[in-house]
């Protein structure tokens, strides 16, 4: 089974706090991606990755910044927390081959800035 | 324009009776399509996954869903729900087949007991 391991489930964290999210992949996957999730927006693409130190923003960036410096791993990074961060982040992993282009997600990690 | 719509915010069934959760997507090329359900707190999970080999694609824990090109409709159904179906449902559809995502705005599933 493809696994997406998020090692943070809550955080709770001041605002200017410097924020680091980490994923974790264990199927060789190229693609990984950093979403976050509210209530009645949906999920919203914040940056991907197709390769080791290559990343592409998503829709909502601002405020983020990402580092692949592995293939199985994704940081997400908030440089400065403020309280709209407050939210759910998904991780999520996708690849080639024989399992195509399904998209794999992490438990979530629930971050609340205070 | 959207390339995933879930016709359907909120769907409330009764234990036992089927289910029927809706989707339509657009896209001019032929498309990978996806179901995953998301429990309380946890990520999302894949149910199934359309490629084109089979119209009725057979998902987990029972539920399937139909291709319909002329419809461009991709519904999920099971016949028969549990209380352990409720959670909240996403439609999402890779146009191209290039891993870019597009999420449906997810449908909540209430079982009745």
């Known amino acids: 089974d493809v696994k997406v391991t998020q090692s943070s489930r809550y955080l709770v964290k001041r605002t200017g706090e410097k924020v680091f999210l980490e994923c974790v992949q264990d199927?060789?996957?190229?693609?990984m991606f950093w979403y976050r999730q509210d209530p009645g927006l949906g999920l919203r693409l914040i940056y991907f990755?197709?390769?080791?130190?290559?990343?592409e923003k998503g829709d909502i960036p601002e405020g983020y910044s990402v580092s692949r410096e592995k293939k199985e791993r994704f940081s997400l990074i908030l440089e400065s927390a403020s309280t709209n961060q407050t939210s759910m982040y998904l991780c999520a992993s996708s690849g080639l081959g024989a399992d195509g282009n399904t998209i794999y997600f992490g438990e979530g990690s629930w971050l609340t800035v205070v | 324009a959207q390339s995933v719509t879930q016709l359907d915010s909120h769907v409330s069934v009764s234990e036992g009776t089927p289910v029927l959760l809706r989707c339509n997507y657009s896209s001019s090329y032929s498309p990978s399509l996806f179901w995953y359900v998301q429990h309380p707190n946890k990520g999302l999970q894949l149910l199934l996954k359309?490629?084109?080999?089979?119209?009725l694609v057979k998902g987990i824990n029972g539920f399937e869903a139909e291709f319909k090109k002329s419809e461009t409709s991709f519904h999920l159904t099971k016949p028969s729900a549990h209380m352990s179906d409720a959670a909240e449902y996403f439609c999402?559809?890779?146009?191209?087949?290039?891993?870019?995502?597009?999420f449906g705005s997810g449908t909540k599933l209430n079982v009745k007991p």
């Open positions: 990755s197709y390769d080791v130190k290559m990343k």
């Open positions: 359309y490629t084109s080999a089979a119209t």
């Open positions: 199927m060789d996957h190229e693609n």
């Open positions: 999402v559809v890779d146009r191209y087949n290039f891993n870019k995502f597009y």
